[in-house]
């Protein structure tokens, strides 16, 4: 679904999204989230993209998801569709195949936090707060902010920030290992193209196929690698001949 909310855009081999809703510190609503996912699909398939670079317009990169959109929710919405909708979203780019790297340009909260989190990389400019309030508002980081988080920078660290609500500084995040790299604000995405161009100039089954390995590839991904493998074997070859064939085949284990 396009959306004036969320861009893509496309240079040489790096897709660029960036969130749009710069009045409201680009909170995260439903259209938002929509787009997202229409951009993923349209990532997911295109070769010609190496890497995605994640970034938000004016002064924060997200604030998080919108406040008023999900606390008009019933129950039943919040659980089926708001809360399972960016898990989903999320995910899938976490798992595209690209790497993604969240280039941070301002005030990185809540969901905002938990997309950055979904990215393989993060950068972060100078000065740029991340926190998760949640509690402050009585709620939880929702959007795979209690298990990405731990995962990245450890169980106790994780329970500081998400405990506290309190925000820290880059800085902080960058000796955490929560940002690869901080950056002076009018650099960043300068930075974010040149990591994202180096990256783009190697071997993009390779580095696709790192990211895979390095997060833990699922079955379903190794089931994949090991088919195209599989299919491009002498024997595979024999086989497909020993069919058409309509002959015993003979496999040599190459
Ligand atoms: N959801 C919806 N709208 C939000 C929002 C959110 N999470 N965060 C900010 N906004 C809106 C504000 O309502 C305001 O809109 P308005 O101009 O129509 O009143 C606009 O964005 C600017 O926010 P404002 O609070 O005026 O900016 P600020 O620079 O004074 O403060 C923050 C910035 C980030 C400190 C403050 O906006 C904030 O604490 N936001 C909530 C963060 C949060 O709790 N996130 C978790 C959500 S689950």
Redesign the pocket.
Known sequence: MPSELVHLSLSDSIATVTLNRP???N?LNGEMLAALDAIADELDRNQDVCVVLLTGAGKAFC??????EWSALSPLEMGRRWIRDGHRIFERYARLPQPVIAALNG?T???GLELALAADLRLAAAGVHLSF??VK?G?IPGWGGTQRLPDLIGKSRAKQMIFSGARIDATLAESWGLVNEVVEGEKLMERANQLAGEIAANGPVAVQMTKQLIDGAEMIALEAMAGSLASYTKDAQEGVDAFRERRTPQFRGQ
């Open positions: 009045d409201k510190l909170a604030v998080g998801a919108d406040i008023f005030y909260f809540g969901g309030p949640e508002l709620i």
